[in-house]
């Protein structure tokens, strides 16, 4: 039996549509969600991405405004843009677009970020929480791909997960989430000695490395679900093509759902991004309310 295709679009929908209510909740409690969008220099391999940031903010009620500086801009103009932006107390999320320009680390501008303004959930105290299981404000698109395996029929407890790639932001959060929630988790990267020895032993597989089909069918448990996180383009007899790092049609003779590319974790990603918002607000209208409430009344 073909595997069931996993319909990222169908979760993203429901998500926006919960965000959607609880924005129009803050917009009533005056605190209506703001996120900025910066990015500099050569904005032309970030415009789909804030386009789509775009759409999905404008469908759950949250106000977005992409921002665009030159190249040249420095490192401390952009440290100062942040400060002002982290005082703003109107703007609640801050997005940086990458790429930026090689004078500029991108980490370097995470950890400007506020944590409280984090919606993207890379700054090191949003990725260090999820070590103590404190989900806050958690990296996207390891808490989208996480999300999509809650919603299939699997007991997350004593769940046997393999993760192949083990970056900072995707495969290593993934784990600690899915520990977290009681899974087994074995974490794969390019020095393991055999990958199909673990995922072939796994109940849900999580893929995030960059590799075009990476993961075949015969890698696979029969059954398993295969989250399949990464975005490759490849060139094909009819043209350009976004594949993931699994190879689809393999995979899909044995797994028992996966998800689609595109289509599978992307649009969870950005409707998770919009719930960050959210969430991101209301912990900004709470700490404003402790920090500034009147108690001689």
Known sequence: MRAALIDGKSIAADMRAEVAKDAAALSDAGWAPKLVSISVGDTAAAELYVRNQ???ANSAGVEFEARSYPSETSLEQMTGILQGLNA?????????QRPLPEHIPV?????MVHPLKDVEGMHPASIGNIVYNDLALGPCTAVAAVEILKTLPMDMEGLNVTVIGH???VGKPIAFLMMGLG???????HMTRSVAMHSRAADAVFVAVGKPGLVTGDMLKPGAALIDIGINRIETP????????ADFDSCAEVAGWITPVPGGVGPV???TLMKNAVLATRMQMEHYRDAYARTDI
């Open 107 to 111: 980490k370097v501008l995470q950890k």
């Open 183 to 189: 899974a087994t988790v074995t974490v794969c990267h």
């Open 54 to 56: 775009q759409r999905s």
């Open 88 to 96: 703003d107390p109107r703007v609640n999320g801050i997005i940086i």
């Open 238 to 245: 009819e043209g350009g093509k976004t594949v993931g790092d």
């Open 167 to 169: 970056s900072e932001i």
């Open 269 to 271: 990603t950005v409707a």
